[in-house]
Each structure stands twice: as structure tokens, then as C-alpha cells.
């Protein structure tokens, strides 16, 4: 009979013995996640939990296939304004800036046809064919909206006149680009003697920056610009003194050297004075 009581008391003693480990085995995992251990807020909560998380909704495809038309129709009415209506053309030319050569030159070089759509005029290419114009040094073609076509001529200066063999007075500017030409000699221009004058030809290079060189004041007392060759360029003035200038180098101590003999006793008596050589000026 001891023995029997003493082995169910063993028994019992054992039995709460793993009921004490499994209780703290329970309360251990609800002290390291108290969340896991409490129910819905565990593991077996988070489930649920995620479910009713509320999940990014997609886009109707509806709405973005109307945006997307509603786009392309704006785009495609722009494109029709601009390219292919009436509303939005080339209406006038105005021409600004010529005094050599005629505007209805300008406008024929310019090509531009009325009624053209201003978007689809090439600028770049109605400077080139303005610009081909002798007497047109540089263009700038603006357009002004919402029906005008602004050409804004710079044109070349007449620096001196060549008498032609017809019998006709050639306008150079400073490059030997011939700029006009007519039957009557211009006033205020001086007469280029050389033997072939133009744009490629030495001598008349030299002659022409020399005269660009030259204070307008005595500019406008030159009569002829002599230059046989580029090292042998002569001015001569309307009052008959003639100053040999030599080549178109040291120009600046030229013009010096002529301002103070011109207003000294010697120079204002002279018929020549020679600069052509600055370290030893001559008067005669």
C-alpha cells in the first residue's frame, strides 16, 4: 500500500512538473513577440491583418484611353493651325533696311509665296537668296505672327568707284564687291585706279583698306586712289596735295604723320608729302 501511494504521488509530482515547463515555455514566446502570443495580433493574425490592408487600386483603363485620345485630338488641331489652315499664312513682306538695292528685288530674291503656312517658311533659305544680292552684305528674316514676314537688310558700303570701259561708274565697298553701278559718277566717293579692279585683285585690296583706314574727315577731301601695285598705293585730295602711302601697313603711324605735317608750315606748302616710309617722311 506505501508503495502504491508513493508511486502516484511521483506520478502527480511529474505531471505538474511539465505543466510548469509548458506555462513557462508559453509565457517566454508571449515576452519575445507579445504580438505572436496574443491571439489575432499573432502570426495567425497577421494574415488576416494583411487582407484587409487596403491594396493600390489600378487605373481605369477607360479614363487613360480618353486622355490619350483627348491629347492626340489638341495635338493634331495645332498641327492643322499651323500646317494646313488658312489662319496662320504668310499675308505680308515687309523689307526694311535698303537704300541701293529696290525692295521689289528683295521680295523677288526672297521667293516667298503668299498664302504659304508661317510655320513651314525656311528662314535660313530666304537669307541665302537675299543675301546672293550684290548689294546685300547680310540679311535677318524674323517671323512675325500671326501673318507677317519681317526681312531686315544690311547692305554694303560704297567705299570707291572704278570708271568702266563702257562708260558706266562701278560702286566698290571695302572687299572690292561690286555694290551698284549707274552712268554718272557719285558724288563722295573716291576714283580707284587700278588695272584690274575686284574683289581678287591685290592692288585693289590694298587701295580699299586703305581708304576704310582713313578718318572720315579726310575721307571726304579723297579724290583718287592710286595703287599700281599694293606697295604703291597714292592718295590724292581734293585741295591737290597727293600723299604716297605705300603699302597698307603701319597705318596708324601714317595717319599720324600726316595729321602733323598737315598742320605744319612745311606741309600746308607742300604739293607731296611721303609717308610710304615712316622713318623718313619727305615733303615736296
Do not use: C
Not at 505531471?15 to 517566454?28: F, I, L, M
Not at 510655320?119 to 507677317?148: H, I, N, Y
Amino acid at each position: 500500500m506505501h508503495g502504491g501511494g508513493h508511486g502516484r504521488d511521483a506520478a502527480r509530482g511529474a505531471d505538474a512538473a511539465r505543466g510548469r515547463d509548458a506555462a513557462g515555455r508559453v509565457s517566454a514566446r508571449g515576452g519575445r513577440g507579445g504580438s505572436e502570443a496574443s491571439g489575432p495580433d499573432g502570426p495567425e493574425g497577421r494574415g488576416p491583418a494583411r487582407r484587409r490592408a487596403p491594396s493600390r487600386r489600378r487605373p481605369n483603363r477607360w479614363k487613360v484611353a480618353f486622355v490619350t485620345l483627348l491629347v492626340l485630338g489638341v495635338l493634331g488641331a495645332a498641327g492643322w493651325v499651323l500646317l494646313g489652315s488658312k489662319l496662320l499664312v504668310v499675308r505680308h513682306v515687309e523689307v526694311t533696311g535698303t537704300k541701293l538695292a529696290p525692295r521689289d528685288r528683295v521680295e523677288a530674291a526672297a521667293g516667298i509665296s503668299l498664302g504659304s503656312p508661317m510655320a513651314r517658311l525656311d528662314t535660313g533659305a530666304v537669307r541665302g537668296r537675299v543675301e546672293r544680292l550684290r548689294e546685300v552684305a547680310s540679311a535677318r528674316v524674323e517671323r512675325s505672327w500671326p501673318a507677317t514676314v519681317r526681312i531686315v537688310v544690311t547692305e554694303r558700303t560704297p567705299r570707291a568707284v572704278v570708271a568702266g570701259r563702257d562708260g558706266r561708274y562701278y560702286q566698290l565697298d571695302a572687299s572690292g564687291v561690286t555694290v551698284t553701278d549707274g552712268t554718272s559718277r557719285p558724288p563722295g566717293l573716291p576714283l580707284l585706279s587700278v588695272a584690274s579692279p575686284g574683289p581678287s585683285d591685290p592692288s585693289s585690296l590694298a587701295a580699299l583698306r586703305v581708304v576704310e583706314a582713313l578718318p572720315g574727315a579726310l575721307r571726304q577731301k579723297l579724290a583718287e586712289v592710286q595703287a599700281p601695285s599694293p606697295e604703291a598705293v597714292t592718295l590724292r585730295l581734293s585741295d591737290g596735295l597727293s600723299i604716297v602711302w605705300g603699302s597698307n601697313e603701319r597705318t596708324s603711324e601714317k595717319l599720324r604723320l600726316v595729321d602733323a605735317l598737315r598742320h605744319s608750315a612745311a606741309g600746308r606748302s607742300a604739293n607731296t608729302i611721303d609717308v610710304s616710309s615712316p622713318e623718313v617722311v619727305t615733303t615736296h
